[in-house]
């Protein structure tokens, strides 16, 4: 079983709506997780970070964690073409643990 | 946020030769440092995890003799593929962390190319 398990997409929404990222974990241990977003061809760049259970909003991104479900999830309002990118959960696994794995990514598109 | 700088961005290598790439926190110390491979279209895949002044811990199926990994300083991670081969050639990315608490910081990553 995967650890950390993505919809590899690709999902298709229209400019002006809501794009919603679901993300899994398989440790219960798991104490923190984020939201990366990488365009092709570069390097992965933090969008959110959530360490609670709850929403955490920034912006018009809103991460939402449930540790009870080992669910993390992320909502972008008014999506934009500029949003189209592969969006990278990632769980820092353990407690005091350093290791960080990524999920296999969800392609957003964005469309005009 | 932090700055981490990857070197060289692109590099092409023939087969049978090594290639170095460096890792550089550029403003905080690095407690440790992680090495990535990612091939076209897939995710992330961890390879390593480096400790300052200590041997890095590779993940199954990383052959450590293939992936040298030096991490001789706070601020300085190096990965050395070695007689590279064709299959070798991937997007190689690093990230570093300031303490266990803190979320990593990537660099612009190493385009492989082994011909």
């Known amino acids: 079983q995967k650890e950390v398990e993505q919809n590899s997409g690709p999902l298709s929404v229209p400019e002006g709506a809501i794009a919603s990222l679901n993300c899994t974990y398989s440790?219960?241990?798991?104490?923190?997780f984020f939201w990366y977003r990488q365009y092709s061809g570069k390097s992965p760049e933090l969008i959110m970070s959530?360490?609670?259970?709850g929403d955490k909003e920034d912006g018009r991104f809103t991460a939402q964690l449930n540790k009870a479900s080992q669910y993390v999830s992320l909502l972008i309002r008014d999506s934009q073409p500029s949003d189209s990118a592969t969006y990278l959960c990632?769980?820092?696994f353990g407690t005091g643990g350093f290791k960080t794995i990524f999920g296999a990514g969800t392609r957003l598109f964005v469309k005009a | 946020g932090a700055v981490v700088s990857q070197h060289p961005s692109r590099v092409i290598c023939k087969s049978g030769t090594s290639v170095k790439i460096e890792c550089r926190s550029l403003?905080?110390?690095?407690?440790?440092m992680f090495w990535y491979r990612q091939f076209p279209k897939q995710s992330l895949m961890l390879m390593a995890t480096?400790?300052?002044?200590?041997?890095?811990?590779?993940e199954q199926g990383v052959e450590k003799d293939k992936f040298l990994i030096n991490h001789a300083s706070l601020t300085l991670s190096t990965l050395t593929v070695t007689s590279a081969h064709p299959e070798d050639s991937s997007f190689y990315i690093c990230?570093?962390?300031?303490?266990?608490?803190?979320?990593?910081?990537f660099g612009q990553g190493t385009r492989l190319t082994v011909v």
């Open positions: 440790d219960r241990v798991s104490q923190s």
């Open positions: 990632a769980v820092k």
């Open positions: 959530i360490y609670s259970n």
């Open positions: 990230s570093a962390i300031r303490d266990m608490n803190t979320e990593a910081f």
């Open positions: 480096s400790n300052e002044g200590s041997k890095a811990t590779y």
């Open positions: 403003d905080f110390q690095a407690t440790t």
